[in-house]
């Protein structure tokens, strides 16, 4: 690969972490390389589709909208167009890099040739190929708002297997789904965040109630919300409910109303200020 050649994504300066009581450690973050697809890329795309495993199950440009194959792309661009790919480190002592961009369904000597065909990458070798994921998932429709399956009690989902895809919706049904198994064992008063308090209560709330067509993924567009709703008050919403489950201590709930005091301080001087130069 010659990275001479490539553009340079450079990471965020102070990177974001997942919890507000994470603090970065300061490691050096590594760059991201960037390459294009092209009309030649495309064009071996084009003249490959008959191979594509994809087409054994869907239509070509109809499968999920949320990660389309780069032959589904192309079949809906065309050929002059071009799709940025980004080039991943695979981790600090690696020599690999993960190509994100193109998600394929094409086979091997045909996955060679398109990224062979892209600025840089010509002299590449691919030691882990892309290939197609094929799954089978409950309706959640089957679960009510605690994620609990809707005729046989005690029986929890989250995650894929309930027809979410992402990390984060993952993570956050298989909380909410947890939270509420243990509260079930308890005898307890299970909970159900609603779609003013969290993105959780709107992932479930859609989830549970509204019929998908393809597996869900959580966009900030399905909140009505949004504006209200954000990474950096996350924790004041749900510091007080995380406590009284017993996720959180009663200094971190001191710790996160303290910096929305100052928070709201700095808001109070900013709109003082911005009221005297008016
Ligand atoms: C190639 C690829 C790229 C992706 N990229 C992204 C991305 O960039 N961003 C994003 O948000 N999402 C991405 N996803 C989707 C995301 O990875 C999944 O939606 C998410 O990981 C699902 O989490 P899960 O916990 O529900 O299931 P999984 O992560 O699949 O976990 C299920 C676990 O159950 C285990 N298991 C299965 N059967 C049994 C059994 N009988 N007994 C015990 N254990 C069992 C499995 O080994 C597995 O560890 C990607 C998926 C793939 C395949």
């Known amino acids: 690969m010659d990275l001479a050649v490539l553009g340079i994504q450079e990471p965020d300066p102070t990177p974001s972490l997942f919890s507000h009581d994470s603090v970065y450690d300061g490691r050096e973050q590594l760059n991201c390389f960037i390459t294009h697809t092209n009309e030649n890329t495309h064009r071996i795309v084009l003249a490959s589709l008959v191979h594509s495993s994809l087409l054994?199950?869907?239509?070509?440009?109809?499968?999920s909208g949320?990660?389309?194959?780069?032959e589904e792309m192309v079949v809906r661009h065309g050929?002059?167009?071009?799709?940025?790919v980004f080039l991943q480190l695979e981790g600090r002592a690696a020599q690999e890099f993960h190509l994100q961009g193109v998600p394929t369904a094409l086979p091997l000597p045909v996955q060679e040739q398109m990224v062979r065909s892209m600025k840089g990458l010509e002299g590449c070798e691919i030691t882990t190929p892309g290939y197609a994921v094929?799954?089978?998932?409950l309706?959640?429709?089957?679960?009510?708002v605690f994620l609990e399956h809707r005729s046989i009690k005690g029986l929890f989902f989250a995650g894929q297997v309930a027809g979410s895809n992402g990390y984060e919706e993952a993570a956050a049904l298989g909380l909410t789904a947890g939270i509420n198994a243990a509260l079930r064992a308890r005898g307890k008063e299970m909970l159900v965040l609603d779609r003013t308090q969290a993105y959780i209560g709107v992932l479930v709330d859609d989830f549970t109630r509204k019929e998908q067509k393809?597996?869900?993924?959580?966009?900030?567009?399905?909140d009505e919300y949004r504006l209200a709703l954000r990474h950096d008050n996350a924790d004041r919403q749900l510091a007080e409910i995380g406590h009284k489950l017993g996720l959180i201590s009663r200094e971190q709930v001191g710790r996160i109303k303290e910096k929305?005091?100052?928070?709201t301080f700095q808001h109070e001087i900013c709109t003082e200020e911005?009221?005297?130069?008016?």
């Open 66 to 70: 949320h990660c389309p194959t780069l």
């Open 56 to 63: 054994a199950t869907e239509p070509l440009g109809k499968s």
């Open 274 to 278: 911005s009221r005297e130069l008016r």
């Open 260 to 263: 929305h005091t100052r928070v």
């Open 214 to 222: 393809e597996p869900y993924r959580m966009l900030t567009s399905r």
């Open 134 to 137: 094929e799954y089978a998932y």
């Open 139 to 144: 309706s959640p429709l089957q679960l009510n």
């Open 79 to 84: 050929k002059e167009w071009q799709h940025r």
